[in-house]
């Protein structure tokens, strides 16, 4: 079983739609969650970072920790096509683990 | 700012041949780190370093050595290619360590044939 577990989809919504992006986790020793986008052919840049249990808001896009359900979600409101990209989870303690990507498409 | 920087984006190697990966840092980071990425598996670490002249190994560090001679630079070796080490490699580094979110560069697209 893999230490983190991210559905790969792939995804496809319409602009405009809300989307939900989740990953599970294992080991409950992670405490740093990060949520990273790619765009084809280029490395991963940094969405979102957040340290502890709870939401983080930063413009559309919103960050959920359940440490107690080992569960993370990224939401993306008023999705639009320039969000078209793979969404990697990470997660650490002293090694970064990731999850094997989402890939999302927003039609327009 | 240039950010991370990978070089070559592609090669083609045949097996057995060996290379070198070449990554540098314009940001003075300390922390710097190799990863593969292959369809289904993520990222996953192969070596990385926190400073200069320190280096350890990570998930996946079989086939693979690496050396830091400076802030700056963080070069990965592959002594003897396999087709298994197919992959797209990505370099990263960070100013906080393995804690701390990580700057990528934009890979290099390596085919073992």
């Known amino acids: 079983q893999k230490e983190v577990e991210q559905d790969p989809g792939p995804l496809s919504v319409p602009e405009g739609a809300i989307v939900s992006l989740n990953c599970t986790y294992s080991n409950s020793a992670f405490q740093y969650f990060m949520w990273y986008r790619q765009y084809s052919r280029k490395g991963p840049e940094l969405l979102m970072y957040?340290?502890?249990?709870g939401n983080k808001e930063d413009g559309r896009f919103t960050a959920q920790v359940d440490k107690s359900s080992k569960y993370i979600s990224l939401f993306i409101r008023d999705s639009q096509p320039s969000d078209s990209a793979t969404y990697l989870c990470?997660?650490?303690?002293?090694?970064?683990?990731f999850g094997a990507g989402t890939r999302l498409t927003v039609k327009p | 700012n240039a950010g991370v920087t990978q070089t070559p984006k592609f090669q083609v190697l045949k097996t057995g041949q060996s290379m070198t990966l070449q990554c540098a840092q314009d940001m003075n980071h300390e922390y710097m780190s190799w990863y593969r990425q292959d369809p289904g598996m993520g990222l996953r670490l192969i070596h990385y370093s926190v400073g200069a002249g320190i280096t350890d190994q990570g998930e996946v560090p079989n086939g693979y050595n690496v050396s830091r001679s400076t802030t700056e630079d963080f070069p990965l070796r592959l002594l003897s290619a396999a087709p298994s080490q197919t992959s797209v490699y990505f370099c990263?580094?960070?100013?906080?360590?393995?804690?701390?979110?990580?700057?990528f560069g934009d890979g290099t697209r390596l085919s073992i044939l």
């Open positions: 990470a997660m650490n303690n002293n090694d970064m683990r």
């Open positions: 957040t340290y502890s249990s």
């Open positions: 990263a580094s960070s100013s906080g360590g393995a804690r701390q979110p990580q700057h």
